[in-house]
């Protein structure tokens, strides 16, 4: 059974960072790139990062590029999101998916809530 676990989500001030982990089971990190996404209440989901552990390649959307950082931990099987300078605009359900751009499956969410 293919399953992501997406946590590490939290409160914290802007300027602040956060760090988000994806864990996955059922499959290996060369099967699928993984990404996280996020949505804000009335906005569509959008994509944040992207990752391929198989050619390495990365993606970020404009939006945080500079301020975010995604990795991966083979051995872990688990893909991370180092979050920082939040700010108030990266308030949202973040999501983790297997099959970037467009995700076959997906974790359950964590809120990151940024104050100003």
């Known amino acids: 059974e293919v399953q992501l676990v997406d946590s590490g989500g939290g409160l914290v001030q802007a300027g602040g960072s956060l760090r988000l982990s994806c864990a996955v089971s059922?499959?290996?990190?060369?099967?699928?790139?993984i990404g996280w996404f996020r949505q804000a209440p009335g906005k569509e989901r959008e994509g944040v990062s992207c990752?391929?552990?198989?050619?390495?390649?990365?993606y970020y959307a404009d939006s945080v590029k500079d301020r975010f950082t995604i990795s991966s931990d083979i051995a872990k099987n688990t893909v991370y999101l180092q979050m920082t300078s939040l700010k108030p605009e990266d308030t949202a359900v973040y999501y983790c998916g297997a099959g970037c751009p467009s995700p076959e499956y997906w974790g359950q969410g964590t809120q990151v809530t940024v104050s100003s």
């Open positions: 059922g499959f290996t990190l060369d099967d699928y790139a």
């Open positions: 990752i391929s552990t198989t050619d390495g390649r990365t």
